[in-house]
């Protein structure tokens, strides 16, 4: 199934990619700027939710910073989360265990594995998903110049450090 399919086969009633030739080597301050932008132009909105980490370098630094433009309150590490209109209880890890708190709508999550698996798509979704399309942004669209998205911070190098172990 094609990537941009599986999450309205899952059950989300609409997608939105932001797509525009100028994000290919975009920084994570760009691209809070362009999912900042994107958001407030589409609209309101109850939760947000991100992953606990990014998946390239292995940090939070967009959901932070989206929650900080945003000007949101931020719950790290969740693990389970229940909805009563805009309210939310919600299950944060913490070293020994975990917390219960709760908090009102508009909010920003990041989630841990914890929170479950995604549900599986049925016939029924992936038939529905077939005839739905993703609603395309370019950064004019929301609002945005490639003035806007010029990188903060410029990799030099990348490299893995030689070991200072003699092999024997």
């Given at each position: 199934?094609?990537a941009?399919k599986?999450?309205?086969?899952?059950?989300?009633?609409?997608?939105?990619?932001?797509?525009?030739?100028?994000?290919?080597?975009?920084?994570?301050?760009?691209t809070?700027?362009?999912?900042?932008?994107?958001?407030?132009?589409d609209?309101?909105?109850?939760?947000?939710?991100?992953?606990?980490?990014?998946s390239?370098w292995?940090q939070?630094?967009?959901?932070i910073?989206?929650?900080?433009v945003?000007?949101?309150?931020?719950?790290?590490?969740?693990?389970?989360?229940?909805l009563?209109?805009d309210?939310?209880?919600?299950q944060?890890?913490?070293?020994?265990?975990?917390?219960?708190?709760?908090?009102?709508?508009?909010?920003v999550l990041?989630?841990t594995?914890e929170?479950?698996?995604?549900?599986?798509?049925?016939?029924?979704?992936?038939?529905?998903a077939?005839?739905?399309?993703?609603?395309?942004?370019?950064?004019?669209?929301?609002?945005?110049?490639?003035?806007?998205?010029?990188?903060?911070?410029?990799i030099?190098k990348?490299?893995i450090?030689?070991?200072?172990?003699?092999?024997n």
């Amino acid at each position: 199934m094609d990537a941009m399919k599986k999450p309205l086969a899952m059950g989300a009633d609409r997608l939105v990619l932001v797509d525009d030739p100028l994000l290919s080597q975009i920084d994570s301050a760009a691209t809070v700027k362009v999912l900042s932008a994107a958001i407030a132009k589409d609209g309101p909105f109850d939760l947000i939710l991100g992953g606990r980490q990014a998946s390239d370098w292995d940090q939070a630094h967009v959901i932070i910073g989206l929650a900080e433009v945003l000007g949101l309150p931020l719950v790290s590490l969740i693990q389970k989360l229940e909805l009563d209109d805009d309210l939310v209880t919600l299950q944060r890890v913490i070293p020994d265990g975990y917390q219960v708190i709760s908090a009102r709508c508009p909010l920003v999550l990041t989630v841990t594995n914890e929170l479950g698996e995604p549900r599986y798509p049925n016939l029924r979704g992936i038939m529905q998903a077939s005839r739905k399309q993703a609603e395309i942004f370019t950064l004019e669209d929301v609002g945005l110049s490639d003035t806007d998205i010029i990188p903060k911070l410029e990799i030099k190098k990348l490299y893995i450090p030689e070991s200072n172990e003699k092999s024997n």
